[in-house]
């Protein structure tokens, strides 16, 4: 079911603190951020490069980093993370969602910094994702996933998304959570679309 409520505060700038206590805050991306977004693509090391773009990539291609930070819509989502709180704190992970309301599917990917990974940083983005997906009337929540990348394919194993192949493409995985069984866990209200007091 929709819930227009819940999508907004989903979206707003909210502080979170990790499993060892380090804050960190989540925000919608916006068109100002487009620099800083390139400077994090290009400071990820080859192989989480490559498992957030499921190939080669040294950075975003002009268009594609002008319409990731347009994507500030119900249906389209990127979100930065930023490391503590101000303006000029570090970015320290991204995800984007897209929802297709006619098939009832949203599609998310993210990525963590290096630095930054193995905190639970991945996994505060990925509970956040999924509760945005329920608000928005989501009935599965998937993704493409490199075969090789035993890290995502652990923490969706974790979060109980199924894993199914083979893929269109050999070196791919699809991982799927069908979004209409029970929540695991605090409900989406309590958690994950209130922020969590610094």
């Avoid at 977004?37 to 291609?61: H, I, K, P």
């Avoid at 599917?105 to 639970?120: H, P």
């Avoid at 070196?171 to 958690?191: F, N, Y």
């Amino acid at each position: 079911m929709h819930d227009p409520s819940g999508v907004e505060r989903s979206t707003q700038t909210q502080m979170f603190r990790l499993p060892r206590g380090e804050p960190v805050t989540v925000r919608a991306i916006r068109p100002q951020d487009a620099s800083r977004l390139q400077s994090y693509m290009r400071g990820l090391s080859g192989d989480t490069r490559r498992n957030r773009f499921l190939g080669a990539v040294s950075e975003l291609a002009p268009t594609e980093l002008d319409r990731v930070t347009h994507m500030d819509r119900p249906s389209e989502l990127a979100m930065i993370v930023l490391a503590g709180a101000g303006a000029e704190a570090p970015m320290v992970a991204e995800a984007v969602q897209a929802f297709a309301s006619d098939s009832l599917r949203c599609e998310f990917a993210l990525s963590v910094t290096d630095t930054w990974q193995r905190k639970g940083l991945g996994t505060l983005l990925l509970r956040n994702i999924e509760c945005r997906a329920r608000a928005l009337g989501a009935r599965y929540l998937f993704g493409d996933v490199l075969r090789t990348n035993d890290a995502m394919k652990g923490l969706a194993g974790k979060a109980g998304f199924a894993i199914h192949g083979p893929f269109r493409d050999a070196r791919l995985i699809g991982i799927v959570k069908d979004l209409s069984a029970p929540q695991t866990g605090l409900p989406c209200d309590e958690q994950f679309l209130q922020p969590i007091a610094a």
